[in-house]
């Protein structure tokens, strides 16, 4: 097979683009590397030293001050448990009405899509929200963190199109077959669909995971707070006088308040780093199928 022929400015473009491409990339990944430096860093070195990666002496005085208690622990399983039942009841919800969405033949398709359409435009707002989970009972449960948002409205209408999309004739076969309208979604629809589901799942998680303002709005339990609210928590009381930190241990001398808040960010970040790789190589296909045809 012949060589490729490459002119100069052809070289030279993708020479810049790499460049660019590069310069980016550091530009993104720099100020993480210093969170994550400045979280072992000292007080005198943060004060010292403007801009760092690499801290001259490690200290874990600020993780020892995060994890003090078991209530960091049990705040992060309380995440995990929201992130894993809250991404199913998301994919549940969205794969089925998706599924029936897709159904040409569906009376009120087009009525229904248009709702769900005005509710990407238009909401009902923080208060009436609220009074329907308290009408509902669901105040201090974790349920209030998973069903006001069971459904993405632009998430379920990227799988449907991409429903759409599947062969005709594999709908048929399975028809011939005697494959029911259940059997089709689980056999043949959501099996093809992997890269679809696996590319929304992330974005499900990461959206549960770091979901604040609603355990803030929900939840009064601190027992029942998630991990995001917990961090909070921490960083206000590594802002109080010594003497009003009554959770923590009382012979603990209390690291810098801005290490506090490295530290807090590398734990809030780190568990969705850890998921990311295993679902990035679905993420490019999955988020661009079925974003074309309506």
Known sequence: ????????????????????????????????????????????????????????????????????????????????????VGTVVNLFFTLTMAYALARRGLMGRTTIL???????????????????????????TYWALMLPGAISAFNMIIVKNFFQELPAELEEAARIDGCTDLGLLWR???????????????????????????????????????????LRQIVLLSQAAAGDIRAMDPSFVKPPEQSIKMAVIVVGTIPILLVYPFLQKHFAKGILIGSVKG
């Open 1 to 84: 097979m012949s060589k490729q022929y490459r002119t100069v400015p052809g070289t030279i473009f993708d020479a810049f683009n790499y460049l660019l491409l590069g310069l980016v990339g550091l530009i993104c990944v720099l100020p993480f590397l210093y969170v994550v430096g400045g979280s072992f860093a000292s007080d005198a070195e943060l004060t010292q030293r403007a801009v760092f990666l690499i801290p001259e002496a490690f200290t874990l005085s600020a993780y020892k001050f995060i994890f003090s208690t078991d209530t960091i622990l049990r705040s992060i399983w309380v995440s995990i448990y929201v992130t894993v």
């Open 114 to 140: 248009n709702l769900v359409v005005f509710t990407i435009v238009f909401s009902g707002g923080m208060i009436p929200t609220y009074l329907v989970v308290r009408e509902l009972h669901l105040l201090d």
């Open 188 to 230: 043949i629809v959501l099996p093809l669909s992997k890269p679809v589901i696996a590319t929304f799942a992330l974005f499900y998680a990461v959206g549960h995971w770091n979901n604040f303002f609603a355990a803030l709005l929900y939840i009064n339990d601190p027992s029942k707070w998630p991990l995001q609210v917990m």
